[in-house]
């Protein structure tokens, strides 16, 4: 592939980006560039001149080496949590900003020679039951050197430990998470304006679907409540659950919803499902339940936050690590990051003030 068409890829990607229309890039450009013009460039007939390059990287907020790095990305098996009222251009925009964080995380790591490939420890696991969902987030556990008895306070680290990509964006459209593989490597895109215990479940959900086989024959509804139970099953399995809760209960008060969400990073409506999944309360008290979150407004938000941090670390660590080695310039580092230099540079002067933290 040659520069010129290198470039027209990595134009319509970043217009994509953007969410926006080759007309809207041309109004946004204050039509200096034609849309005829904007056509040639896309499609690899010719490129323009340098005043026309940062014209386009500064309507489209992207830098100029943005259009002459590695060619498209190919993503595989993704999967989306989204809500339906997320428009055809929302989520090619997404994916985009999806591929887009992806392809930096890979080329860091190729600078820094590191190669960690996925073990999947689910290969092979084929589920057609809530029993058998259950018991995948227990051997997940084991396989992971978890108890099945104890909480686990940083969900998303624990991911990246076992090689997962993990990577947080910020996005105010109606979507939890992105999955997928990319050179055979899983990744997991959350929106950090979600809530952490969300943002938790979700990745788990998110990791259900890229490392466990469903039958054939599952309706994709059923699948994606068996990755639901899977999440809430691996943060707070059976043995948990009913030692938390007992073994039958006419009614569960929300301060004992508080203290178990607090303490084992689940949300409310998780536990109150699995309360009735594992038959600990009746159809009838669940549903009564959730008239309740939902009269009062907490089915997005509930009225008590996870407190521990939970976040992933990785991506930021490794671009400290080859900027400490002289791997990478501070320019390539914020370009990487997606971040100013000034930010990298702030960054660096923290962390020269602090050399033994």
Not at 170 to 193: C, E, T
Request: with cysteine; net charge negative; hydrophobic share 40%.
């Amino acid at each position: 592939m040659n520069m010129s068409e290198t470039f027209g890829q990595r134009l319509k990607a970043a217009r994509v980006m953007a969410g926006l229309s080759m007309d809207a890039l041309v109004k946004r450009l204050g039509k200096r560039l034609s849309k005829s013009a904007i056509s040639k460039y896309e499609n690899g007939l010719m490129m323009p001149d340098s005043e026309h390059l940062i014209l386009l990287a500064d309507a489209l907020n992207v830098s100029p080496d943005f259009f002459f790095s590695r060619s498209i990305l190919e993503l595989s098996a993704v999967n989306f949590r989204k809500n339906s009222s997320l428009g055809k251009r929302d989520v090619e925009s997404l994916i985009e900003r999806v591929r887009d964080s992806i392809d930096r995380y890979l080329e860091l790591e190729s600078l820094l020679d590191l190669v960690e490939p996925f073990e999947n420890p689910l290969e092979g696991f084929i589920v057609d039951s809530s029993d058998a969902i259950e018991e995948a987030a227990l051997k997940l556990r084991s396989e992971w050197g978890i108890g099945v008895d104890v909480a686990i306070p940083h969900v998303l680290d624990l991911l990246e430990e076992h090689s997962v990509k993990v990577i947080e964006i910020d996005d105010m459209n109606d979507f939890d998470g992105v999955s997928g593989k990319a050179k055979g490597q899983p990744f997991i895109i959350l929106n950090r304006n979600r809530p952490t215990d969300r943002k938790r479940l979700t990745a788990l959900h998110e990791f259900a679907h890229q490392s466990i086989t469903f039958k054939a024959d599952i309706p994709d509804a059923k699948i994606e409540k068996l990755c639901h139970t899977f999440g809430s099953a691996f943060l707070m399995p059976a043995t948990i659950l009913k030692r938390e809760l007992g073994e039958k209960r006419s009614e569960i008060s929300l301060p004992e919803l508080r203290t178990l969400k607090e303490q084992y990073g689940i949300s409310m409506q998780a536990i109150m499902y699995r309360a009735k999944l594992h038959g600990i309360i009746t159809e009838h008290v669940y549903e009564r339940f959730l008239r309740l979150i939902s009269a009062q407004g907490w089915r997005k938000k509930e009225p008590v936050d996870y407190l521990v941090p939970d976040a992933p670390h990785r991506f930021e660590q490794l671009i400290h690590r080859a900027l400490a080695e002289e791997v990478i310039s501070i320019s390539k580092a914020a370009y990487l990051s997606g971040k100013s230099i000034q930010e990298i540079e702030k960054e660096l002067v923290l962390n020269d003030a602090n050399p033994h933290s």
